[in-house]
């Protein structure tokens, strides 16, 4: 399977990081794409994500209340 690339800087910044890890070009390639998918949220439909905010919700309900203050009064505390 054949991938072109026909911009000078990409060859460049491509060759660079294969060299400095001693990797191949393909692979440098395929890391850089990995880490780039894996910085961006994965698409998941209005459901999904209302039922994870829901679960962490929940989970967050548990936790006991160390603090009795306001949030006011912890704001206050820190910020004078």
């Known amino acids: 399977m054949g991938l072109s690339i026909k911009n000078d800087e990409v060859e460049r910044l491509a060759r660079e ?3 400095a890890r ?3 070009l393909t692979r440098a390639i395929r890391d ?3 880490a780039d998918a894996a ?3 994965a ?3 209005r459901s999904a994500r209302l039922k994870a905010v829901r679960k962490l919700q929940a989970r967050a309900a548990k936790l006991a ?3 009795r203050r306001s949030s006011k009064a912890i704001s206050d505390d820190l910020w004078g």
Do not use: F, V
């Open 22 to 24: 001693k990797i191949s």
């Open 17 to 19: 990081i294969a060299a």
């Open 43 to 45: 698409k998941r439909d």
């Open 32 to 34: 850089a794409l990995r």
């Open 65 to 67: 209340i160390r603090d």
């Open 39 to 41: 910085r961006r949220p």
